[in-house]
DNA sequence: TGACTTAACTTGCATTTCACAAGTGACCGT
DNA sequence: ACGGTCACTTGTGAAATGCAAGTTAAGTCA
């Protein structure tokens, strides 16, 4: 998804230009639900995304303003993306996406239990995703 | 997206292959927010979807169980695309999109008004366009 | 120091999807 | 019967995707 251009001055379509296809999610979800910060870790989660794909999207999210890249001061080659404010705030469609996809999909593999906490305490869970997120921005 | 396979066991992978690309849930958001039902409401709504890609989404949307087409019975030349309790069901993500957009967007088109109810009773926007959309369906 | 490995990309290429324009066929009002 | 409308379908070039292989810079080990 090479940086859309604008489309329309709708909100939801602004929202689709930045994140709206397939991986873009996927990997925001790799770095809010599973604490991912480097390419390598995006690449192995499950899905199996392209690399040259990866590379591309890290780097439109970039632009866009929802994560930062620096470089690991511990070891040159390798990145550290973190997400910036504006990609925390997208703690809550995540966790929409997931509470839909638990419902909805007939082999969902959430845990009852954490479909429970969602449908009970969502304001909680996007709340302590947010605080872990914002504690490794000043890690 | 020519209905995509299963990737992986993901909840949010398993909505992204349903709705993960930058038309549908631009189609979605016409139906929830616009009230739109047909092909050429679709097609008018400012981005400027193709007809094959517009074509290609609504039935994709109809196989994954998310809206039903039926025809008019007026005008058999006329299709009503409806949402589904699946589909009704997208409304919170829909919202969560609008809130993140309105608030990020530098340009947004969001009256200020609707972000700020969305941002005190975001239940009640919800419960408000599911009634709505619920009307619709036994029409 | 030099060979080897690792992390993060980049390149090439065949396949798929997209945008845009044009065309098709069922159906309607007159 | 005829022109217009609605919902598509087709054709075509451009762009994005998936996959395999190659590259570059940096760290590791002998």
Same mark, same amino acid.
């Given at each position: 998804?090479?940086?859309?251009?604008?489309?329309?001055?709708?909100?939801?379509?602004?929202?689709?230009?930045?994140?709206? !296809? /397939?991986?873009?999610?996927?990997?925001?979800?790799?770095?809010?639900? +599973?604490?991912?910060? /480097? +390419? $390598?870790? +995006?690449?192995?989660?499950?899905?199996?995304?392209?690399?040259?794909?990866? $590379?591309?999207?890290?780097?439109?999210?970039?632009?866009?303003?929802? *994560?930062?890249?620096?470089?690991?001061? !511990?070891?040159? /080659? &390798?990145? %550290?993306?973190?997400?910036?404010?504006?990609? %925390? !705030?997208?703690?809550?469609?995540? %966790?929409?996406?997931?509470?839909?996809?638990? /419902?909805?999909?007939?082999?969902?593999?959430?845990? #009852?239990? +954490?479909? &429970?906490? #969602?449908?009970?305490?969502?304001?909680?869970?996007?709340?302590? *995703?947010?605080?872990?997120?914002?504690?490794?921005?000043?890690?």
């Amino acid at each position: 998804m090479p940086l859309q251009h604008r489309r329309s001055d709708c909100p939801i379509s602004y929202c689709l230009d930045l994140v709206g !296809d /397939r991986w873009t999610m996927l990997v925001i979800r790799d770095m809010v639900m +599973f604490g991912s910060k /480097r +390419f $390598s870790e +995006f690449q192995s989660s499950g899905e199996g995304i392209a690399t040259n794909v990866l $590379s591309d999207r890290l780097q439109c999210l970039a632009e866009g303003g929802i *994560l930062e890249c620096s470089v690991d001061r !511990d070891d040159g /080659r &390798k990145r %550290i993306y973190r997400l910036t404010e504006k990609g %925390i !705030d997208l703690v809550p469609i995540l %966790i929409d996406l997931a509470q839909w996809g638990g /419902r909805h999909d007939p082999n969902t593999a959430v845990p #009852i239990e +954490f479909r &429970k906490r #969602i449908e009970n305490d969502r304001e909680g869970v996007i709340a302590e *995703l947010r605080a872990q997120l914002e504690s490794l921005g000043h890690g």
